[in-house]
């Protein structure tokens, strides 16, 4: 990642190197300070992963036979939902024409878009403010008797 951000701004590269070397005469205020350390951990180095297990002989063999199955099975998957998509898509292309055969009107109607009512626009999107009215507070829970 580094190397990228070097061929990408040098200018940068330089900064960050300089700012954390921490020569001794240098004016630098970044010299003793090991926020600029851990700051180019955290963007610059991957984090560390658990080493992977080695499968031999018949685990190994299993492990691909189950993998071979799963990859099968969303292959199949996909190909369910493009074909009920196809066949959606065909049902809306035979309606489409006989409505075209049946009334002009309606057919003209039918392929005209709304510009005031479109469903992204009317659905209300969940955001994660508090509400205008906050907290409240004088509010009892009810008794019960």
Excluded at 5 to 12: H, K, L, T
Excluded at 30 to 46: K, P, Q, T, W, Y
């Amino acid at each position: 990642m580094l190397s990228i951000v070097r061929r990408q701004c040098p200018a940068f590269a330089r900064r960050v190197r300089h700012a954390s070397t921490g020569r001794p005469g240098e004016n630098n205020a970044a010299s003793g300070d090991s926020r600029v350390e851990l700051i180019r951990r955290v963007l610059f180095e991957s984090p560390a992963r658990e080493p992977t297990i080695k499968l031999e002989g018949e685990a190994l063999e299993q492990h691909e036979t189950i993998e071979r199955a799963w990859k099968l099975h969303k292959m199949r998957q996909r190909e369910q939902k493009h074909q009920a998509l196809e066949r959606q898509f065909r049902s809306m292309h035979a309606a489409m024409s006989e409505l075209e055969k049946t009334s002009d009107r309606l057919y003209k109607g039918a392929i005209v878009k709304s510009r005031h009512i479109t469903y992204p626009k009317q659905a209300k999107i969940p955001t994660e403010t508090p509400s205008p009215q906050g907290w409240d507070y004088s509010y009892k829970a009810p008794v019960q008797e």
